[in-house]
């Protein structure tokens, strides 16, 4: 299914598509419309090489249908806009005929909504109107078709990746445990958890344990989410983390601190650096920090002295 699934407000996503709009035009050649006054005709945007945009949210949705039929109503409502506005859309326009009308969403997730774009594609084809071009077409895209605007803005501090919390159900966790391919993976969190949580309860320890390996899974589904949609800032987040492993090598043995307090200082500081990476949120940034403390737990970078070895 294509798109992005995280909610967006009307605003906030209407607000992103046209700084990636004038992003992709950066020679000027894109003009935004403004809604408020009249209306906006059937589109918020256009540029000189024929390409109308019009963006979509999609409020209130629960479901495929509920989201496929209210995404079929903009496509309707919208072109409804641009036929009946032929006047208005030509003075706009000047001489540019519209050749390509795409509605920009964060998703969609029906193939009807094609059929129907393709059946109002006709509509407009068949009514010729002054400021379309005979081979108009109607293209329903997301926010995967401007990757390269993404990472340009991100780049420069203007697009952030964000991404909720990835919930891991506690099947997932046990199977992971029980699996013998893990069991080497597994005595080192045993290990390492109970030196972090030495003093404290079992039942302490088993919470850091299960938090650890969801904190693993959770973080993996949001870096090939980062690789995605962000593949500059994917590769520095990499970079960070093996320059951050190579250090945890001669750390590991330097350092005086009890296990609790190194494991502290070392995700606080790694955090720290995500955070300040342009292209990246706190809260994303706070996600991939866990991930890596997770992964160098369990594989043996981030490693403390037992005392009683």
């Known amino acids: 299914m294509p798109g992005d699934f995280s909610p967006w407000g009307t605003n906030e996503w209407d607000d992103h598509v046209q700084r990636l709009l004038k992003r992709r035009y950066k020679d000027s050649s894109y003009q935004q419309i403004p809604a408020e006054t009249q209306g906006d ?3 918020e945007g256009f540029s000189s090489d024929g390409s109308a945009y019009q963006c979509y949210s999609g409020q209130g949705w629960n479901n495929a249908k509920q989201l496929y039929e209210k995404q079929r109503g903009k496509i309707t409502e919208d072109i409804g806009k641009f036929l009946s506005n032929e006047a208005e859309l030509v ?3 000047g001489g540019v005929k519209i050749r390509r009308w795409k509605l920009v969403v964060p998703c969609w997730m029906n193939k009807e909504l094609i059929k129907h774009a393709k059946s109002k594609q006709a509509l407009v084809r068949a009514a010729k ?6 081979d108009f077409e109607i293209l329903v895209v997301t926010g995967d078709d401007f990757a390269v605007e993404k990472q340009e803005l991100a780049l420069v501090g203007i697009h952030a990746f964000d991404s909720a919390p990835h919930e891991v159900p506690d099947k997932t966790l046990i199977s992971w445990l029980k699996r013998a391919a893990n069991l080497e993976l597994v005595v ?3 290990r390492k958890s109970n030196l972090i949580g030495e003093s404290r309860s079992g039942k302490f320890i088993e919470r ?3 938090r650890i390996v969801k904190n693993f899974f959770a973080g993996s589904v949001v870096l090939n989410k980062l690789e995605k949609e962000l593949p500059e800032t994917y590769k520095k987040v ?10 945890l090598d001669t750390e590991t043995l330097t350092n005086c601190s009890v296990p609790s307090a190194f494991f502290d200082q070392t995700l606080q500081t790694f955090n720290s650096q995500l955070s300040s990476t342009p292209g990246l949120t706190s809260r994303a940034a706070k996600i991939l920090a866990d991930e890596a403390m997770a992964d160098w737990i369990l594989r043996c970078p981030l490693d403390f002295e037992d005392n009683d070895a």
């Open 41 to 43: 005709y059937g589109l």
């Open 129 to 134: 109107p002054a400021h379309a071009s005979e």
């Open 188 to 190: 080192n969190l045993n």
């Open 91 to 93: 003075a706009i326009l």
């Open 208 to 210: 850091f344990r299960s």
């Open 238 to 247: 990499l970079e960070l983390k093996q320059q951050r492993e190579n250090a």
